[in-house]
């Protein structure tokens, strides 16, 4: 079975989480055996053209030590195997299209996007 | 979606809201109680601020703007409505499982679940969901 996860939220949580929690999620189960994808979206495109990792939180004398690095995060998901594409369109409204992409992200039109859903067995869209 | 998973009459839902917050919470046990009047087999993985949704020290409590004290209020909690899904399986002789991520659970101090809830992580919801004949993935917002 594979399973696309499509993710069109960006940094929800990151500051508290250290990570994205779907791209853990994605982590976490592809090392349990699963045949995942990944789909960025929406404000989830920025993930893909960033290559750095968050600020560090700091509230009075409480300091962050490990903010999330989703950008290392997509790369372990790539090491893994585990396909990432990037759809164009949401890159162009925000602006993005046409910085450097993460490597190994593959940058898909959103007619696309269909033969993506019709290539998976099962969607989930968070 | 789904077009490989073998049929059969399991449903996987994984969910991340907490109680009290939105009404995605109310249409997630809405679902829930759906599947299960359809002779459906629940299987729930709680991400998340959904780990609290079983949390067994929830309480109730009186309201004096409403005038009502804590028994007159009756005040819903989460875990009963899980207790209530619990005995509703049952009583259909089906089969009604719930799984918190156990790193979310400890982030959020709430480690005592009502009975029948487990603790668990991803590895889980895949378990679940290749088991499944479909899975329904609820993001929080």
New interface residues.
């Given amino acids: 079975?594979k399973?696309l996860q499509v993710i069109d939220?960006a940094f929800?949580?990151a500051g508290e989480e250290q990570d994205d929690?779907?791209l853990w999620?994605t982590q976490?189960?592809r090392?349990?055996?699963?045949e995942l994808e990944v789909l960025l979206t929406g404000h989830g495109a920025y993930y893909t053209v960033q290559s750095r990792a968050q600020p560090a939180l700091k509230f009075g004398a409480w300091q962050q030590t490990q903010p999330a690095d989703i950008t290392q995060d997509i790369g372990r998901l790539r090491e893994k195997g585990v396909p990432v594409y990037v759809e164009r369109e949401a890159l162009q409204e925000r602006g993005l299209f046409g910085l450097p992409v993460l490597p190994g992200v593959e940058v898909i039109s959103r007619d696309a996007v269909a033969k993506l859903?019709e290539n998976?067995?099962?969607?989930?869209?968070? | 979606m789904n077009k490989t998973s073998p049929l059969n009459n399991t449903l996987t839902f994984a969910f991340m809201d907490p109680p009290f917050e939105n009404e995605r919470t109310i249409t997630f046990f809405r679902l829930l109680d759906a599947a299960l009047e359809k002779n459906a087999n629940v299987r729930v993985f709680a991400y998340e601020g959904a780990v609290a949704l079983a949390f067994a020290r929830q309480q109730q409590h009186g309201n004096a703007v409403h005038g009502r004290d804590t028994d007159a209020e009756n005040h819903p909690l989460t875990k009963d409505w899980i207790a209530a899904l619990q005995r509703k399986s049952k009583d259909k002789g089906l089969s009604f499982e719930w799984i918190n991520c156990g790193l979310c659970v400890d982030e959020r101090g709430v480690n005592e679940a009502v009975e029948g809830c487990g603790r668990g992580g991803p590895a889980d919801l895949w378990r679940y969901a290749s088991e499944s004949h479909n899975t329904l993935a609820i993001g929080t917002r």
């Avoid at chain 1, 998976?120 to 968070?126: L, N």
């Fill in positions: 079975m399973v939220q929800r949580t929690t779907i999620l976490c189960m090392g349990a055996g699963a859903y998976a067995d099962q969607i989930w869209h968070w």
